[in-house]
């Protein structure tokens, strides 16, 4: 498990000319190693330490050796990833896979330090440049050293070095917890639905709209289409100047949700969401229309899942996944499958009456079958109900403890 903190150190003019001239030299040496590597095609790190280090120590001559070897596996970890997405790209367009791009990093870039060039002690932080090595006292949020204290095996183990936009040197520590182990909490099992209009609703009946995510996706949509049709070069630097908005405010609606998905008073042990890894094999299979598919491609479920799980972990809290299939056509109280009974956001059984959210059904209907896997599988007992009755009792004898309250969401 790893986490990360930025913080910006007080440096002289010097010193920031001795970080402009590294990031020179260190692009450059990447650049060279990205180089050797395709020509040989090759993705060898003893490999290419062994044919190009020489080279680049005669081109880079005041370059750390430490920092040498940090470009290096970040070339091979950029060609890496090159090679698979040329690969995949050959396979529908070869002509296109082609003319793709090598990897390259431009002299304005961000330097990884691993722990030989970079190390903190207390509050001093030192790290190599092409002259001295930088020395400076820093500042760590103290919500971050309660966090993640050092007693729980948390440690320094590298950063990513850069200049922003501002001109201010910024320091993005890197922290890691190989051991980390938590204690899983003894409570509920709650199933999340995720969605286009609602981000997540859970099986308790609680929502959390996206209503403010589409109208800010439909502003940046709008701002671009328009800017790429004027196409002059201030409509170009507007459109640099507000790449990654949505991006980011995508993110922090993502970060926002998770954590208070994740900080519950200890009374949910186990969220079990859909599994949608073969989403994006649907969306390119064509399964669904022009509209659907850019929904689908903004959508950030992926995003979001992956923030739940690592925030959860840290609470004791477990994230398990079911089949996606008739999830949302399935009744939650009589188990009917039937496509017609949703209607818009409501759900009405044909069969047995049932009137619900439709996203409420189709959380209830998550859980329940996470509740069904893990009673034909021989798993200990759970405290939660099979379904209720359109008459609002228990359709089935309640599993493990009795219940005493119907679950809110429930008409």
């Known amino acids: ?28 040496a990447f650049n060279m190693s990205v180089d050797c590597l395709v ?35 970040v070339a091979v970890e ?82 990513d070095i850069g200049i922003d936009r501002k001109g201010r040197v910024f320091v993005n520590l890197i922290y890691e917890c190989p051991d980390y182990d938590t204690v899983e909490n003894d409570g509920r099992i709650v199933g999340l639905d995720r969605g286009v209009y609602n981000i997540v609703t859970t099986s308790d009946g609680t929502h959390y709209g996206a209503k403010d995510a589409r109208r800010v996706k439909r502003k940046y949509n709008h701002v671009r289409s328009e800017l790429q049709e004027k196409g002059t070069r201030s409509a170009r630097r507007r459109l640099k100047a507000i ?45 669904s229309n022009k509209t659907m598919r850019k929904w689908l491609s903004a959508w950030s479920y992926s995003d979001l899942e992956f923030k739940l799980i690592y925030k959860c972990r840290r609470n004791g809290i477990r994230v398990e996944f079911v089949d996606a299939r008739y999830t949302s056509q399935k009744c939650s109280v009589c188990k009917t499958i039937d496509k017609a009974s949703r209607k818009g956001n409501r759900y009405v059984c044909r069969h047995c009456g049932n009137s619900m959210h439709a996203d409420v059904n ?18 200990a007992a759970v405290n939660q109900p099979y379904g209720w009755s359109a008459t609002g009792e228990p359709a089935t004898e309640p599993v493990g403890k009795t219940l005493t309250s119907k679950p809110s969401g429930l008409s």
């Not at 396979?91 to 722990?115: F, G, I, L």
């Not at 926002?256 to 519950?264: G, H, Q, V």
């Not at 890894?277 to 299979?285: A, C, E, Q, T, Y």
């Not at 189709?362 to 798993?379: H, L, M, V």
Request: hydrophobic share 30%; with cysteine.
């Open 1 to 28: 498990m790893r986490r990360s903190i930025t913080v910006f150190p007080k440096l002289t003019d010097k010193e920031v000319s001795a970080i402009v001239e590294t990031r020179k030299q260190y692009a450059k």
């Open 39 to 73: 020509t040989n095609n090759s993705t060898s790190k003893r490999f290419l330490h062994k044919v190009q280090y020489e080279r680049i120590k005669e081109e880079c001559p005041t370059l750390p050796t430490g920092l040498i070897q940090c470009a290096r596996d």
């Open 78 to 159: 950029a060609v890496k990833a090159w090679n698979v997405k040329r690969t995949k790209l050959k396979r529908k367009h070869p002509k296109k896979a082609e003319r793709m791009r090598r990897p390259s990093m431009k002299e304005k870039c961000t330097m990884r330090y691993d722990v030989r060039t970079v190390t903190l002690r207390g509050s001093q932080l030192t790290f190599s440049t092409c002259g001295r090595r930088v020395k400076a006292i820093i500042s760590i949020p103290g919500f971050f050293t309660e966090r993640y204290p050092d007693s729980e095996g948390w440690k320094l183990k590298g950063a």
């Open 243 to 287: 790449s990654g908005c949505e991006k980011r405010f995508v993110h922090d609606q993502n970060h926002c949700i998770s954590k208070k998905l994740a900080n519950t008073d200890g009374d949910v042990s186990i969220y079990v969401l859909e599994d949608l890894s073969s989403m994006n094999m649907l969306r390119l299979r064509g399964k």
């Open 362 to 379: 189709a959380a209830i209907n998550i859980r329940d079958n996470y509740i069904t896997r893990i009673e034909q599988s021989g798993q």
